[in-house]
T-cell receptor, first 112, second 116 residues
Framework: DTAVSQTPKYLVTQMGNDKSIKCEQNLGHDTMYWYKQDSKKFLKIMFSYNNKELIINETVPNRFSPKSPDKAHLNLHINSLELGDSAVYFC???????????FGPGTRLTVL | AQKVTQAQTEISVVEKEDVTLDCVYETRDTTYYLFWYKQPPSGELVFLIRRNSFDEQNEISGRYSWNFQKSTSSFNFTITASQVVDSAVYFCALRGGGNYGQNFVFGPGTRLSVLP
């Protein structure tokens, strides 16, 4: 019974490519998030959606575009990948919004 | 602005020792929430505890205990009789005002190594 799942787990790609990461939660939560964890383990929130509506959009390049087709899914699309995008990306969900967040297993993105 | 400081970057202890991980936070909100998460070497983030600003009772869960002190803006985490499986990066986090999880800030993490 996976609560928050992400695909793929690993993503290796060339600079300039476009890629997507998918996230699904089966917890019935209304709020979902994307985080970026850099090589020093620092976690930073990127986006937050509540019931398919964008709530938080931190200072993230507009090459990153989240999409929420329904409240159980929040996908992350990245255009024109750069070396600095290499990181682990975590999806999370919570309910009510702002309560403890439950995280997916992470997607390790490596841009060559 | 919200801020979480975990001054200990890395800690090493020998198995069965007690260890305390420090967390100091800053917020102007009167209502806020504090969290601890564990990230073992396998990489997943595991929720450990949430504490509300209006509840200063300490919490104990098995070998884990948490000491919340508003007077010093601290929310420290103690592991008693540490075990090798406790080796992980531990994150303290703070959620301040806002209805939708805004201002959810993580500290930089403390890497705990428990040696056999």
């Amino acid at each position: 019974d996976t609560a928050v799942s992400q695909t793929p787990k690993y993503l290796v790609t060339q600079m300039g490519n476009d890629k997507s990461i998918k996230c699904e939660q089966n917890l019935g939560h209304d709020t979902m998030y994307w985080y970026k964890q850099d090589s020093k383990k620092f976690l930073k929130i990127m986006f937050s959606y509540n019931n398919k509506e964008l709530i938080i959009n931190e200072t993230v390049p507009n090459r990153f575009s989240p999409k929420s087709p329904d409240k159980a899914h929040l996908n992350l699309h990245i255009n024109s990948l750069e070396l600095g995008d290499s990181a682990v990306y975590f999806c999370a969900s919570s309910h009510p919004p702002g309560n403890e967040q439950f995280f997916g297993p992470g997607t390790r993105l490596t841009v060559l | 602005a919200q801020k979480v400081t975990q001054a200990q970057t890395e800690i090493s202890v020998v198995e069965k020792e007690d260890v305390t991980l420090d967390c100091v936070y800053e917020t102007r909100d009167t209502t806020y929430y504090l969290f601890w998460y564990k990230q073992p070497p396998s990489g997943e983030l595991v929720f450990l505890i949430r504490r509300n600003s209006f509840d200063e009772q300490n919490e104990i869960s098995g070998r884990y205990s948490w000491n919340f002190q508003k007077s010093t803006s601290s929310f420290n985490f103690t592991i008693t009789a540490s075990q090798v499986v406790d080796s992980a990066v531990y994150f303290c986090a703070l959620r301040g005002g806002g209805n939708y999880g805004q201002n959810f800030v993580f500290g930089p993490g403390t890497r705990l190594s428990v040696l056999p």
